[in-house]
């Protein structure tokens, strides 16, 4: 029977806090077979090739630079993850990268330098994408209009393309689909109040997803107000299943399946 896969985590802070091994044998026991460790910042992708290449049959990994990192020295930062992917084991897929409205800076001058900035940021991570023939992982908070421009605009292949943490509804997942993208999906879907986001899951259906944690974040239901870990993935599956009508081994096989697809990952 399939184990799960948690598409989008992050390590980093287990790693920290002496934690990894434990987390990751947590992982196994819940039934996870593999995890993709999400690059944030250039501190962290020397680390996830390390991780993916001491477990490599379990742990593999993305470099990107978040959109809430792009400040004044983004093109540096770019520059960087332009060497990165030159050398070395190479990533899973470029990202994570995007656009994100909800952190911008108060006055309207800042935020119109920073999402400029940031757009500039997610353009240079699409033509790295594009170079090395990877996928590209899609931060979208408050953006999505302006994601989907952005990503028209490149011509990138929209079949290697993944709106992580899925939070808008059914018909902007439409469009994602319409072009050949998809949507992953978080603990939220645990949420009570998130009944928009559970309608852009029956949309989308199951042919397309994949589930993640977004660890340590949007800690699922029972365990919410917790850290996240990969882990409690099994929760968000386990809704999932339910509102998708599906059987939990039948998803697994096929959120699964997707994965290894999307992110070119052994069996």
């Known amino acids: 029977m399939a184990g799960w896969i948690d598409s989008h985590t992050h390590l980093e802070i287990f ?7 434990a987390v990751l044998d947590r992982a196994r026991e819940a039934g996870l077979e593999g995890v993709v460790t999400i690059g944030t910042r250039p501190g962290d992708w020397d680390l996830y090739r390390r991780i993916a290449a001491e477990r490599a049959s379990f742990v593999a990994f993305t470099a990107g630079l978040h959109p809430c990192d792009v400040d004044e020295g983004w093109e540096a930062a770019v520059a960087e993850l332009k060497r990165f992917l030159e050398s070395g084991a190479a990533p899973a897929a470029v990202g994570e990268t995007g656009l994100d409205r909800f952190h911008l800076p108060a006055d309207e001058e800042g935020a119109a330098t920073a999402l400029a900035r940031q757009e500039a940021s ?30 028209d605009d490149s011509g990138f292949d ?3 393309v993944v709106f992580h943490c899925f939070a808008d509804g059914p018909d902007e997942v439409r469009e994602l689909n319409r072009r050949g993208g998809r949507a992953s999906f978080t603990g939220i879907l645990t949420y009570k109040s998130a009944e928009n986001v559970r309608d852009a899951l029956r949309e989308q259906g199951p042919e397309r997803l994949m589930l993640e944690t977004d660890a340590p974040y949007l800690t699922p239901v ?5 850290r996240n870990e990969p882990a409690y993935l099994r929760h968000t599956a386990a809704v999932a299943a339910e509102v998708l009508g599906v059987e939990e081994p039948h998803l697994a096989e096929i959120t699964t399946a997707n994965a290894r697809r999307f992110y070119g990952l052994a069996e």
């Open 15 to 21: 790693v920290r806090k002496n934690e990894l091994d």
């Open 222 to 226: 029972p365990h919410r107000g917790k």
């Open 122 to 151: 997610f353009r240079a991570h699409i033509d790295l994408a594009t170079a090395r023939g990877l996928p590209l992982v899609v931060h979208s908070r408050g953006a999505f209009a302006d994601c989907v421009r952005v990503i």
């Open 158 to 160: 929209w079949e290697r």
